[in-house]
């Protein structure tokens, strides 16, 4: 497995909360990703970070910001959780531009909105 | 529009037995197609990457193949193993943009493949 960890791995929160999830990796990648897996979907792109402190939006960011001050760290957090984030949540990294570099995952963190 | 469809949607078969999983896409333009295995409870793991000039890539039991032409890939699983159940996700990558990832990946929706004993 690549280096990267997510936690928490399992996590319930309620309506309105404010929640934050973490990816550390040991590989000194460049990119990192966050994305979201439901049922009935493909992955999807929340946030990405090209460097420390270089972040962009992906294709389903509303209601997501993210923070990479240090290499090695990448953090999703909900300002305020609402139902439809209930998902499973991975955290992503590249040595390259994705495109034509590989993808490793970490083993993601499954989140409840009650 | 970019997509990546897969079929079939799920698979069940036994141990011991061949399957293969189609993968159609419609992405431009294209840069490599990838095969990841995904396990219940984790994250998807890498199985190949091909470009436009690989027909057939290897990795164990594992044989992809991509017609660029038709916009097709499979992936053929041979001697099945109870391992080997999980979900297999079709990627393909968009290349020659600008910027790190916005939208350069297409996930298809992955078929979830069961090995009975």
């Known amino acids: 497995d690549a280096g990267i960890t997510q936690s928490p791995r399992h996590k319930v929160t309620e309506t309105g909360t404010p929640v934050t999830l973490r990816c550390h990796q040991t590989e000194n990648h460049r990119y990192m990703y966050w994305y979201r897996q439901d049922p009935g979907h493909g992955l999807r792109l929340i946030h990405y970070s090209y460097g420390v402190k270089d972040t962009d939006k992906g294709e389903v960011s509303d209601g997501y910001s993210v923070s990479r001050s240090k290499t090695e760290d990448f953090l999703l957090t909900l300002e305020s959780a609402t139902s439809s984030q209930t998902s499973v949540y991975f955290c992503?990294?590249?040595?390259?531009?994705?495109?034509?570099?590989?993808?490793?995952f970490g083993n993601g963190t499954r989140l409840t909105v009650t | 529009k970019n997509q990546v469809e897969q079929s079939p949607q799920s698979l069940i078969i036994l141990e011991g037995k061949n399957c293969t999983l189609q993968?159609?896409?419609?992405?431009?333009?294209?840069?490599?197609l990838r095969w990841y295995k995904q396990d219940t409870g984790r994250g998807p793991v890498s199985l190949t990457i091909?470009?436009?000039?690989?027909n057939t890539k290897s990795n164990g039991r594992y044989t992809a193949t991509l017609d660029a032409d038709t916009k097709q890939s499979s992936l053929h699983i041979t001697a099945s193993q109870l391992s080997d159940s999980a979900s297999y996700i079709c990627?393909?990558?968009?290349?020659?943009?600008?910027?790190?990832?916005?939208?350069?990946?297409?996930f298809g929706k992955g078929t979830k493949l069961s090995v009975k004993p």
């Open positions: 990627v393909v990558s968009r290349g020659g943009l600008s910027g790190g990832s916005q939208g350069n990946l297409i």
């Open positions: 993968c159609n896409y419609t992405v431009s333009p294209f840069s490599n």
């Open positions: 992503a990294i590249s040595g390259g531009q994705v495109y034509n570099s590989p993808l490793h």
């Open positions: 091909m470009t436009f000039s690989e």
